[in-house]
């Protein structure tokens, strides 16, 4: 049997590149193209190398996890060792799913012409076996993966929010509520709701404790100075809920809103912090509400 060394360098350049395009996508990180094509090549000319016993430490399971990092590294660029370990046990899990679905349709379709070597697994058979291999098991890891994070934990629905508003700084836990779809109407800008009392540091409590009269029309528990200040940059939303069909928030843009998880942190500028003038929770676990579209 015949086997080009062209033809290895590119049946695993191609899996390599599913497979990395596979992991990403399940972590939702940034994928970048290139990055994945050139960390795809360092695996398949290690595959080439090992191929053709260059060198006999080629074979070496240190070695190969080492590479693993290596292409993770130049693939996605982690920036922390718990990103880093996450990533590597995602990318072996979808290589192993990848590996079975492919050798199972070579199998079926010519398996007297499989030949393994240095653990590699060649043979005559066209490129695009190889393709439609990768591409079954592409799907079945996707949708495998997607319906386990749909099993949402206790420990996903929480965050941790800081609302920077009029110069001032609040941080809070946010319970991050899928049926939140609330948006300013006039320029569909997404709204986050918390407590006012929360906000006590940041909004005059001529406000924040008037909010029914005010959104009712009366002026009258605001002083002047602070009218002329802030009336004009409140926004009345609408929101419909179990029991209030036609409810009214008043809310005020915030100057921005980190919101942190244990992996990274992303600030968003563009959104409007709705005031609550009750507790959300009777025990406190946390004080505001975020949209799943800001996560």
């Known amino acids: 049997m015949t086997i ?12 390599n590149f599913i497979i990395l395009l596979a992991t990403g996508l399940i972590l939702k990180e940034k994928i970048k193209t290139i990055r ?30 080492i590479l693993s990092i290596v292409i993770i590294y130049v693939a996605f660029n982690p920036q922390t060792m718990k990103k880093m370990w996450k ?6 899990l979808t290589s192993f799913v990848f590996g079975g679905a492919a ?4 199998y079926i379709v010519k398996p007297q012409e499989i030949l393994m070597k240095n653990g590699l697994f060649l043979g005559t058979y066209p490129l695009k076996t190889i393709l439609l291999g990768a591409i079954i098991a592409f799907v079945i890891i996707m949708t495998a993966f997607t319906v386990v994070k749909t099993k949402i934990t206790k420990k996903d629905m929480f965050c941790e929010i800081e609302i920077e508003l009029n110069g001032k700084k609040v941080k809070t836990t946010a319970m991050i509520d899928t049926g939140n779809l609330l948006k300013e109407p006039i320029t569909n800008t997404p709204v986050i709701v918390v407590e006012h009392t929360l906000l006590y540091d940041c909004i005059p409590k001529e ?17 002047e100075e602070v009218k002329e200040e802030y009336i004009a940059k409140l926004k ?11 409810g009214m928030l ?9 919101i942190r998880d244990e992996e990274k942190q992303e600030k968003k500028e563009n959104v409007i912090v709705g005031i609550y003038n009750k507790s959300l929770t009777k025990r406190g676990e946390y004080r505001a509400l975020i949209g799943i579209e800001l996560i």
């Open 207 to 223: 406000i924040l404790n008037h909010l029914d009269e005010l959104l009712g029309g009366d002026f009258n528990s605001v002083s």
């Open 250 to 258: 008043l809310g005020i843009r915030a100057n921005s809103i980190k």
């Open 4 to 15: 080009y060394i062209d033809v290895v360098l590119m049946e695993n350049l191609m899996m």
């Open 103 to 106: 050798f199972a349709l070579i």
């Open 87 to 92: 990533v590597l046990l995602i990318f072996y």
């Open 36 to 65: 994945l094509l050139f960390a795809s090549l360092l695996g398949a000319i290690y595959s080439v190398v090992s191929y053709l016993s260059i060198l006999e430490i080629y074979s070496s399971m240190i070695l190969k996890i």
């Open 236 to 246: 009345c939303i609408p929101f419909s809920s179990l029991g209030k069909q036609n």
